[in-house]
């Protein structure tokens, strides 16, 4: 390729929620910081493609909707898209076709992941297509997972991939004050959003946890996400309980916070984590991947996990009191949080992509 001529990259973005979306931003930031002379062109879909937009980034809408991600409509306008661009290399972030197309073009392109072999048997459908791939980027920790001794494609463990934060937890004070709430309240935090609605039972039981709150004169901050209508309906008036839609400096409500219940998501959870912030995480029963991460962060005392199909209101209510019942338990578990934490993934991530671009 002549040096004078840009290397064209596609960067395909995961449509399924923004975490996605998120973690592909931070490492297309990187990226671009060590290699200017680049022609880059991102696609997405659904709320990946709305977060792009809203961060002010130029991407293609593939215009699928999520049932359709690997689907026919999938296949045909990805492939679509390569052609009319011409890529030199492909990155997706966990968008299996991709690479059965690239390597159909003969274009090589590099996975970014945090599962699949915890996941995923000998005879899954997927390995096969995972082994499309050039190189894996895996954005975990390397002594939380266990690349299977006969895989062939080259694994990179670069750590999880996390935003920096405006707020850390030294600055408890500084939130509270700004959120208009006491130094010495005990808040609780609940992030029940998700795109589960009818399956979503932390949010079902949310009332129990606020009726909680009333007997302990706690302080509770509710995020409904597009539930926010339903929820504020249901939730009495209470000068205990703050009931937001969203919040984008969810930072803030998380370091202002002595808890957080949430849903076990990767990002969130590894977020935590670096804030430093006790957690009590409850994975959807939907996705088996999380919930053998939580397991793993519970393990290291950075979270504790509720397993999705034994979680009533009575278990979390316990591990609630629990946690609230000891300020030396917490303290604790915030530690283990910071002792785990290492410099964020996208770094090294993007180190990996600039080297494949320098030998195309």
């Known amino acids: 390729m002549s040096k004078n001529k840009k290397p064209k990259i596609l960067y395909f973005s995961r449509g399924r929620g923004f975490c996605h979306a998120m973690r592909d931003m931070l490492i297309i930031e990187e990226f671009t910081k060590l290699n200017e002379n680049l022609n880059i062109q991102v696609a997405s879909y659904a709320e990946g493609y709305t977060c792009f937009t809203q961060n002010g980034f130029e991407v293609f809408d593939l215009g699928l909707k999520l049932n359709e991600e690997i689907g026919y409509n999938a296949v045909n306008r990805i492939e679509s898209l390569i052609k009319r661009f011409k890529p030199a290399l492909i990155v997706t972030d966990e968008g299996f076709v991709v690479l059965s197309l690239a390597k159909k073009f003969g274009i090589p392109s590099l996975l970014i992941t945090n599962w699949f072999f915890e996941s995923i048997d000998k005879r899954h459908p997927l390995i096969p297509v995972v082994r499309d791939a050039n190189h894996i980027i895996f954005a975990d920790r390397k002594e939380f997972h266990k690349v299977p001794s006969n895989f062939d494609v080259p694994v990179s463990f670069v750590g999880p991939i996390i935003r920096q934060f405006e707020y850390t937890h030294k600055d408890k004070g500084k939130a509270r004050s700004e959120l208009g709430l006491e130094d010495d309240e005990i808040v609780i935090l609940v992030t029940p959003a998700g795109r589960h609605k009818h399956r979503n039972k932390l949010l079902d039981l949310t009332p129990s946890i606020i009726e909680r709150v009333k007997k302990l004169e706690l302080r509770l901050i509710l995020l409904t996400g597009p539930l926010f209508e339903e929820y504020s309906k249901k939730i009495e008036k209470n000068d205990r309980v703050i009931v937001k839609s969203y919040d984008w400096k969810i930072d803030r409500l998380m370091a202002a916070s002595d808890l957080v219940i949430n849903k076990g998501t990767f990002t969130t959870t590894w977020e935590l984590v ?75 991530a993007a180190k990996i992509i600039n080297e494949y671009v320098s030998n195309l």
Do not use: W
């Not at 939580?294 to 504790?304: D, F, G, P, Q, S």
């Open 274 to 348: 670096f804030l430093g912030v006790p957690s009590i995480s409850i994975p959807d029963g939907d996705n088996p991947v999380d919930l053998i991460h939580v397991k793993k962060l519970e393990k290291l005392n950075a979270t504790v996990a509720i397993n999705p199909y034994d979680f009533y209101t009575s278990i979390l209510l316990e591990k609630i009191e629990r946690l609230l019942d000891s300020e030396e338990k917490r303290k604790e578990m915030s530690r283990s949080c910071l002792n785990l934490v290492v410099e964020r993934g996208q770094k090294k």
